[in-house]
């Protein structure tokens, strides 16, 4: 007689082969090989893991926002004369806070675009790899629609937080400037 988890692993895969079927087969596998004990290790262990992830994401983020920082500063000193010039026949620091915003949104863009193209070339080179990859253990790679709108996304995100970051740095700066 088949086990609850045979028969119902089993069918799941036969019907379907998303991630559900696949967790329920990981999970089937997991109560085999492990021991009931470890699995809440191995839990805990996935939580660290995407604990870890989360935080090397928002390090890369907050490395980005001061590259902007800095790389903006850098181009106020270099244009400091021009800056006093632009001041002094009468610009407003709003005026001089778009220039630089309008430039960091190019920038921003141009490597968002560069980024996703990447992302998109490792994700359907994974894929292409996996597909060739003839086990049950292996999950198929599949995005959702959401996840694709996401990564689609992604080059308006990094350019908007670069025009945001440029902007209120070069404000930060004008108001400090005599």
């Known amino acids: 007689m088949k086990s609850f988890f045979d028969f119902f692993g089993g069918g799941a895969l ?6 559900g079927a696949m967790g329920i087969f990981f999970f089937r596998s997991f109560v085999m090989i492990f021991r009931i004990k470890q699995i809440p290790e191995i839990i805990a262990q996935v ?5 870890k992830s989360t935080q090397i994401v928002l390090l890369v983020g907050l490395v980005a926002v001061l590259a902007v920082v800095f790389v903006t ?5 270099i244009h400091r004369n021009v800056i006093e010039i632009l001041h002094l026949i009468g610009a407003q620091d709003n005026y001089i806070a778009k220039q630089f915003q309008r430039h960091s949104l190019a920038l ?3 490597g968002g675009m560069i980024g996703s193209a990447l992302a998109l070339a490792t994700i359907l080179t994974i894929g292409y790899m996996l597909g ?4 049950a253990l292996v ?3 599949l995005l959702s629609l959401p996840e694709w709108a996401l990564l689609a996304l992604l080059p308006f995100a990094t350019a908007g937080i670069a025009m945001v970051t440029a902007r209120m740095t070069v404000l930060g700066t004008l ?3 005599p």
């Open 14 to 19: 036969r019907l379907n082969n998303d991630l």
């Open 47 to 51: 939580y660290f893991i995407g604990a």
């Open 73 to 77: 500063r850098t181009g106020l000193s």
């Open 108 to 110: 921003g863009l141009r």
């Open 132 to 135: 060739r990859v003839e086990s």
């Open 139 to 141: 999950p198929v790679v």
């Open 175 to 177: 108001a400090r400037m």
